[in-house]
């Protein structure tokens, strides 16, 4: 073992930057359980599984780091359980790296009688309705049980619209939890947590948060609080004025995004790391993601088409399947429908990421950009 690789071992959490174009970046990320590339889009595996798809499949895809939910782990199977099991890289079968987003997003749009104080949230369940409390150092001991990697801040993602007052209140809030779930993390060798940065849209809001953060002290930083409807013109707006506040050293994590064109123009401004339901969701509701843009597997104009989704694509769908069965497939309720469709989209994401990176590394991402959005507008 080299002095490099032995003093990782033993240190944090650690991200090495590469390369930069603009203010784009390309890095390699490294944690307890191996080592990520950036720009990275996370398998997202929200309940322990990526929906529809097998998670050597998803690697054999390129994804290289999973993204796992602390709300709906701690209500089944249980952060005991998990930690009985041997954490969720062993109960999972997923080998490296390993995110887990606090649940507090998921606290605000799926728990039942909310109540939101000070020190953390008290909630029923979506699922049966028994009553939880969730802190920042719950939620922090939580993903010690859950052996993630990466560990979220619990925070309170601010509703939009919301008036100046109610999104400063919230974001300072949340800057008050992150002092105290930096509180209660374990360090480790090769693990780290994240502060998140909020304040809406407000662009002095976000500096006072990305400021307070900074104090606090983190491996690595989200951005939460987008995506939320603030449309893609006010979310780049808020990434112009945000990223470079960050650490260059560190990680940055936009925080559920999203549609290729915004992680494309995310990257351009610098961030490293992306995930969103969105590969999965739309494989499992029809829609493919192709180099022109979208497709509605359904419609009635692929029932005779004996082409793949897409020609250029390697995916097993596209290299085993035709459009005419796909659509055959949903048409009929078969669950392999969906299956197919999420492998095809799992497999684009990572080339798109795999391209970015490649487009880093060779320093023509500007070439890249343009052609991608003239396939985009030309669809």
Same mark, same amino acid.
């Given at each position: 073992?080299?002095?490099?690789?032995?003093?990782?071992?033993?240190?944090?959490?650690?991200?090495?930057?590469?390369?930069?174009?603009?203010?784009?970046?390309?890095?390699?990320?490294?944690?307890?359980?191996?080592?990520?590339?950036?720009?990275?889009?996370?398998?997202?595996?929200?309940?322990?599984?990526?929906?529809?798809?097998?998670?050597?499949?998803?690697?054999?895809?390129?994804?290289?780091?999973?993204?796992?939910?602390?709300?709906?782990?701690?209500?089944?199977?249980?952060?005991?359980?998990?930690?009985?099991?041997?954490?969720?890289?062993?109960?999972?079968?997923?080998?490296?790296?390993?995110?887990?987003?606090?649940?507090?997003?998921?606290?605000?749009?799926?728990?039942?009688?909310?109540?939101?104080?000070?020190?953390?949230?008290? *909630?029923?369940?979506?699922?049966? @309705?028994?009553?939880?409390? =969730?802190?920042? $150092? +719950? &939620?922090?001991? !939580?993903?010690?049980?859950?052996?993630?990697?990466?560990?979220?801040?619990?925070?309170?993602?601010?509703?939009?619209?919301?008036?100046?007052?109610?999104?400063?209140?919230?974001?300072?809030?949340?800057?008050?939890?992150?002092?105290?779930?930096?509180?209660?993390?374990?360090?480790?060798?090769?693990?780290?947590? *994240?502060?998140?940065?909020?304040? @809406?849209?407000?662009?002095? =809001?976000?500096? $006072? +948060? &990305?400021?307070? !953060?900074?104090?606090?002290?983190?491996?690595?930083?989200?951005?939460?609080?987008?995506?939320?409807?603030?449309?893609?013109?006010?979310?780049?707006?808020?990434?112009?004025?945000?990223?470079?506040?960050?650490?260059?050293?560190?990680?940055?994590?936009?925080?559920?995004?999203?549609?290729?064109?915004?992680?494309?123009?995310?990257?351009?401004?610098?961030?490293?790391?992306?995930?969103?339901?969105?590969?999965?969701?739309?494989?499992?509701?029809?829609?493919?993601?192709?180099?022109?843009?979208?497709?509605?597997?359904?419609?009635?104009?692929?029932?005779?088409?004996?082409?793949?989704?897409?020609?250029?694509?390697?995916?097993?769908?596209?290299?085993?399947?035709?459009?005419?069965?796909?659509?055959?497939?949903?048409?009929?309720?078969?669950?392999?429908?969906?299956?197919?469709?999420?492998?095809?989209?799992?497999?684009?994401?990572?080339?798109?990421?795999?391209?970015?990176?490649?487009?880093?590394?060779?320093?023509?991402?500007?070439?890249?950009?343009?052609?991608?959005?003239?396939?985009?507008?030309?669809?």
């Amino acid at each position: 073992m080299d002095n490099q690789r032995g003093e990782r071992m033993t240190a944090p959490l650690s991200f090495d930057l590469i390369t930069t174009e603009g203010a784009a970046r390309r890095g390699t990320l490294h944690t307890a359980h191996g080592t990520a590339e950036t720009p990275a889009f996370m398998a997202t595996a929200t309940a322990a599984t990526i929906k529809a798809l097998r998670p050597e499949d998803a690697r054999a895809a390129g994804a290289e780091i999973a993204i796992c939910n602390t709300y709906h782990l701690m209500l089944r199977p249980g952060g005991p359980r998990l930690e009985a099991l041997g954490g969720l890289h062993r109960f999972m079968n997923w080998p490296g790296p390993i995110v887990t987003d606090s649940g507090g997003f998921q606290v605000m749009s799926l728990a039942k009688l909310r109540d939101l104080t000070e020190d953390g949230v008290t *909630f029923r369940s979506h699922l049966d @309705g028994s009553l939880h409390h =969730l802190t920042p $150092e +719950s &939620a922090a001991n !939580l993903q010690r049980m859950f052996d993630s990697d990466i560990a979220m801040c619990l925070d309170e993602c601010t509703p939009y619209p919301s008036s100046w007052e109610k999104t400063a209140d919230s974001m300072r809030r949340s800057m008050r939890w992150a002092e105290r779930a930096r509180r209660a993390f374990t360090p480790r060798p090769g693990y780290g947590q *994240f502060g998140i940065v909020q304040g @809406g849209i407000d662009p002095e =809001l976000r500096r $006072e +948060s &990305a400021e307070k !953060l900074l104090g606090i002290g983190f491996e690595g930083y989200g951005i939460g609080g987008l995506a939320v409807g603030e449309g893609q013109a006010a979310m780049f707006e808020v990434l112009d004025s945000t990223v470079p506040l960050l650490p260059i050293n560190r990680p940055r994590y936009l925080m559920g995004v999203g549609r290729p064109s915004d992680i494309v123009g995310a990257v351009v401004r610098g961030v490293d790391l992306f995930d969103c339901v969105m590969p999965t969701r739309s494989g499992r509701t029809g829609q493919a993601f192709i180099p022109q843009g979208t497709l509605n597997i359904r419609n009635a104009v692929h029932a005779e088409d004996p082409a793949p989704l897409d020609e250029a694509c390697t995916c097993p769908t596209c290299t085993s399947a035709s459009r005419a069965y796909v659509h055959h497939l949903f048409r009929c309720n078969e669950i392999l429908g969906p299956m197919l469709l999420t492998a095809h989209n799992t497999h684009f994401y990572q080339t798109l990421m795999r391209d970015l990176r490649a487009a880093l590394d060779e320093k023509r991402l500007g070439a890249f950009v343009a052609a991608f959005h003239e396939r985009q507008t030309t669809a």
